[in-house]
T-cell receptor, first 119, second 115 residues
Framework: NAGVMQNPRHLVRRRGQEARLRCSPMKGHSHVYWYRQLPEEGLKFMVYLQKENIIDESGMPKERFSAEFPKEGPSILRIQQVVRGDSAAYFC?????????????????FGNGTRLTVT | AQSVTQLDSHVSVSEGTPVLLRCNYSSSYSPSLFWYVQHPNKGLQLLLKYTSAATLVKGINGFEAEFKKSETSFHLTKPSAHMSDAAEYFCVVILGSGNTGKLIFGQGTTLQVKP
């Protein structure tokens, strides 16, 4: 019974390159959330997706960042033209239910994260 | 707006002594509060959650937390620390009256357990 799977675990990119982070939610989960953790800080919400839909992207930077969760396959967080400030741990979480009143009983399950280092 | 403040960035205790990690919240309505633990290079694991059913919440690994509305607090406690408890702990509130279920994380408290 695999949990939330993220890959790669570690990703090194030079400034200007693209970073693609993958997240496979838990089996049966159709709601995916991406969070970013900067050094010495808590996690910050980025985006919430359901299959083929972006529900809430209020935490996404306006430029260079995009996310998708296709009908088939993992959710992808894409960062174009990376800069040093993008270096962080990126966590994906999934839940069975997305509605606020329901997912109390099925809280978010987090992956182990992808640690992005931009050189 | 909802937010959480963790009052200590680092807490150090000796093995076998009590643990207290402090968290205060602000919320315009009845909040849902959680504690998550993050071990080094790992994802986050839910320790416990408060969703208004009971003010004293018991979680995994012997942890518990008490919701005190008058003090707007949700402190995490454990009677006796174990070496394996050394980790980063996050107090979390759920944001939104809508359907997004966004979590708002505190800054985190690093728990050090000395032998």
């Amino acid at each position: 019974n695999a949990g939330v799977m993220q890959n790669p675990r570690h990703l090194v990119r030079r400034r200007g390159q693209e970073a693609r982070l993958r997240c496979s939610p838990m089996k049966g989960h159709s709601h995916v959330y991406w969070y970013r953790q900067l050094p010495e800080e808590g996690l910050k919400f980025m985006v919430y997706l359901q299959k083929e839909n972006i529900i809430d992207e209020s935490g996404m930077p306006k430029e260079r960042f995009s996310a998708e969760f296709p009908k088939e396959g993992p959710s992808i967080l894409r960062i174009q033209q990376v800069v040093r400030g993008d270096s962080a741990a990126y966590f994906c979480a999934s839940s069975l239910e997305g509605e606020k009143m329901k997912w109390y009983n099925s809280p978010l399950h987090f992956g182990n994260g992808t640690r992005l280092t931009v050189t | 707006a909802q937010s959480v403040t963790q009052l200590d960035s680092h807490v150090s205790v000796s093995e076998g002594t009590p643990v207290l990690l402090r968290c205060n919240y602000s919320s315009s309505y009845s909040p849902s509060l959680f504690w998550y633990v993050q071990h080094p290079n790992k994802g986050l694991q839910l320790l416990l959650k408060y969703t208004s059913a009971a003010t004293l919440v018991k979680g995994i690994n012997g942890f518990e937390a008490e919701f005190k509305k008058s003090e707007t607090s949700f402190h995490l406690t454990k009677p006796s620390a174990h070496m394996s408890d050394a980790a980063e702990y996050f107090c979390v509130v759920i944001l939104g009256s809508g359907n997004t279920g966004k979590l708002i994380f505190g800054q985190g408290t690093t728990l050090q357990v000395k032998p």
